[in-house]
């Protein structure tokens, strides 16, 4: 499929299909009491680059190259961006990462306080499972969203980015081994970044090959996204990055740099890219270039 607009215009018009459907994730109806809802809100619908779930949505056009499948795949882009908030108010408690700013304003805790932040993200955490089912309605087979379901409540839970971040959490400087480094990574954000490109093969009806290749590329892809945000924790700025640089450093965290320097971890990063690219283009998918396109500018974002 030739694409017939630029990658950065089709990632901003995938980013407003998100924010438009993130809006609608909760019940009008329903009890919810209402700080906790202004809690969930102020970091559900904050901006950011929504890069999880438009994995999603390209994964699944990429598997027939048909807009409808993406349609299909909206819930699961949901409830990934959601757990992903969730992870994000929690890291940044003072308990867990002690941040004061996250895209660009208060982190939420700031805001609202420790205990409503802690609960604001078991509310997103839970409620995402919750948006998963809809994707039944939307026409999804129901026995692709328990295989959804399964996935991420492994890849989100102890198995995968809650195990990271105790990983993360525990790892120091002069301690933590490259291989420990790698396993943290892969866990705490490859994990659910290759959770969100399989929901949206599940969404398509993608065969059990392309649900492999969708895997390794999110893996590879999330590898080099969490190296390359180490790497900008240092070399980027706050304005650019709408948090804290330098954080890591600050917390003796072990990084890529820390570890590798940075002409290194750079050649990582592109390396894995490649890889990435190459797994989707022996996957026999109808439409693999924009998810080809998101890796490459991936691969040189500076924010």
């Not at 089709?10 to 809802?37: H, M, W």
């Not at 990934?80 to 890291?91: A, K, N, Q």
């Not at 790497?231 to 948090?243: A, N, R, V, Y």
Request: aromatic share 6%; net charge negative.
């Amino acid at each position: 499929m030739t694409t017939s607009v630029g990658i950065h215009t089709y990632l901003e018009q995938q980013r407003e299909r998100v924010e438009t459907a993130l809006k609608s994730v909760f019940p009008t109806n329903g009890f919810i009491p209402t700080q906790l809802r202004e809690a969930m809100d102020y970091s559900l619908l904050a901006g950011g680059k929504r890069l999880r779930p438009i994995f999603v949505l390209a994964a699944s056009q990429a598997v027939s190259g048909e807009e409808q499948a993406s349609e299909r795949a909206l819930p699961f882009a949901c409830a990934v961006e959601m757990i992903h908030t969730y992870s994000l108010i929690h890291d940044d408690l003072p308990a867990m990462d002690n941040d004061d700013y996250r895209r660009g304003r208060l982190t939420n805790h700031k805001v609202f306080g420790e205990a409503m932040g802690i609960l604001a993200g078991d509310g997103l955490l839970t409620h995402a499972f919750h948006v998963v089912t809809r994707a039944a309605a939307s026409g999804v087979p129901p026995e692709r969203v328990l295989a959804v379901v399964q996935e991420l409540s492994a890849l989100a839970g102890v198995q995968g980015m809650v195990g990271g971040q105790v990983e993360d959490m525990l790892g120091e400087q002069g301690v933590t081994t490259l291989e420990q480094l790698e396993n943290i990574h892969l866990h705490k954000t490859s994990d659910l970044i290759a959770f969100s490109l399989r929901a949206g093969g599940h969404a398509a009806d993608a065969d059990n090959k392309q649900l492999d290749a969708f895997g390794l590329y999110g893996r590879n892809v999330g590898l080099a996204f969490q190296i390359q945000d180490d790497i900008l924790d240092l070399t980027g700025t706050t304005e650019k990055l709408g948090k804290p640089v330098k954080s890591d450093e600050r917390q003796e965290k072990v990084t890529y740099p820390f570890l590798l320097g940075m002409d290194e971890s750079r050649k990582r990063v592109a390396r894995l890219t490649n890889e990435a690219n190459e797994t989707l283009l022996q996957a026999g998918l109808a439409a693999p270039d924009r998810l080809i396109e998101i890796a490459n500018y991936l691969l040189s974002r500076d924010h």
